[in-house]
């Protein structure tokens, strides 16, 4: 089917958001590298945290299965983040190549203008920035909480198991450890003595020539690998010795109990309804700004997601011979500089140095208004994007004014 029956194939007219074939084809256009986008950014994000957890962790002796615990809970974070670039990303991608391919000549002379492109791309923002306030006002509370309450139980029991060489370690209940010498990098080791008093008076010996500590992911408990040693018990009565020589042993070690994990109760980990709740009757200790700040800042994120086709239909149309890379270099440095920006105003909220107003919704309305006008500039002239359009301008103006500066110059002088 050519350009000019796609825009035109569509039966259905009931209005500019209908399912028509022209509309099914735009979002084609658009989700193929909107997906990639979002993948691609989403695994940058989490492998570099992966990096710094299992640095953390499994060199330590934690288990694998607790790092993918820990990422898991990372991704509502992380799309947060990635979806307004992907979105932007999918957008300019699908409109450069709408351009390029000479397919945006095609839907004008069949009377398609950009704003009726931009339709199907806006009820897909609509649709995204929706995902975005579930992920923001919801998803990403809980898992945020989940996340800090993992990390803390994790790290409370790697400080458990770090038993040092020569030194007498009791921290496993009422085992009492020693070891002669720790290698591979505190997996193994040489030379194990464990000495126990039951409640009942037995006194339990342990040793062995090796072992090797594992974490048992369900509890975060430590299940102790023995090699090769002997195991004394000496009843309270002082009766007969019992001696068990064995090849292997697994010693279960219930971990000395760390405090609980404080509740949910920061600004970050408190769902949308329950920091309305606490913008009205203040129940937990934190400060009303910071409450105003994290409303203001998921809002604001929210509803910028909104606005990102319209910017990358802007910044995405490009002549046949025209400069693309100009667009798509200033697409990406302005969503980085709104991205950081917003985190700078942020926290200077939440130092209650600043209202939100002035530091999150000014940036979030240069950004819409930006956008806007850039929609404008290339709607009038949709051959090109806007930086390209604005770049064009200025080269004329700098070229007519040295043509007028020459000119002067070759102006006879008075006699």
């Known amino acids: 089917m050519t350009v000019t029956g796609i825009a035109t194939g569509g039966k259905d007219r009931r209005g500019p958001l209908s399912a028509t074939v022209f509309d099914r084809y735009v979002l084609a256009r658009t989700l193929m590298p909107l997906s990639a986008a979002l993948l691609i950014a989403l695994l940058a994000l989490l492998l570099e945290r992966m990096v710094r957890i299992m640095d953390m962790l499994v060199n330590q002796g934690g288990p694998i299965v607790l790092v993918l615990k820990l990422l898991a809970n990372l991704v509502p974070h992380y799309l947060g983040v990635a979806l307004p670039l992907a979105l932007f990303l999918g957008v300019m991608i699908a409109a450069t190549r709408l351009s390029a391919d000479g397919e945006l000549d095609g839907l004008q002379s069949s ?39 993992l990390l803390y139980v994790a790290t409370s029991s790697m400080v458990d198991l770090a038993i040092e060489k020569g030194a007498t370690f009791n921290r496993f209940g009422d085992y009492t450890i020693v070891v002669d010498d720790i290698v591979d990098r505190g997996l193994t080791l040489k030379g194990v003595f464990i000495h126990k008093v039951t409640p009942e008076g037995v006194v339990e010996i342990m040793t062995a020539q090796s072992g090797t500590a594992a974490r048992v992911p369900e509890d975060f408990s430590v299940l102790l690998k023995l090699r090769d040693g002997r195991r004394l018990d000496t009843p309270a009565d002082a009766g007969r010795l019992s001696v068990l020589s064995f090849d292997r042993l697994d010693l279960p070690l219930e971990l000395t109990g760390a405090a609980a994990f404080r ?45 990102m086709p ?10 046949p011979r025209g400069q693309r890379v100009a667009g798509v270099a200033f697409g ?45 500039v290339v709607a009038e002239s949709p051959r090109d994007n ?13 070229r007519d004014a040295m043509a007028a500066l020459r000119a002067l110059g070759r102006r006879p002088g008075r006699a």
């Open 111 to 149: 009377g398609i203008s950009l704003n009726r492109l931009l339709w199907p791309l806006l009820g897909l923002s609509f649709m995204l920035s929706l995902a975005m306030f579930a992920t923001t006002g919801w998803l990403q509370p809980h898992t945020r909480y989940q996340y800090r309450a």
């Open 263 to 307: 509740p949910r109760n920061a600004e970050r980990e408190l769902t949308l309804p329950e920091l309305f709740g606490q913008a009205r009757e203040r129940t937990l200790d934190v400060k009303p700004y910071r409450i105003r700040t994290e409303i203001h800042a998921r809002l604001v994120r929210t509803i910028s997601t909104f606005f």
């Open 310 to 319: 319209i910017l990358g239909l802007a910044l995405g149309l490009a002549a």
């Open 332 to 376: 990406i440095a302005l969503i980085a500089i709104f991205h950081y920006g917003l985190n700078f105003g942020e926290k200077a909220a939440d130092l209650g140095k600043v209202s939100p107003i002035v530091s999150l919704w000014l940036p979030f309305l240069g950004m819409a208004g930006l956008a806007v006008w850039a929609f404008r």
């Open 386 to 398: 806007a930086i390209s359009i604005m770049l064009g301008a200025i080269d004329r103006r700098r």
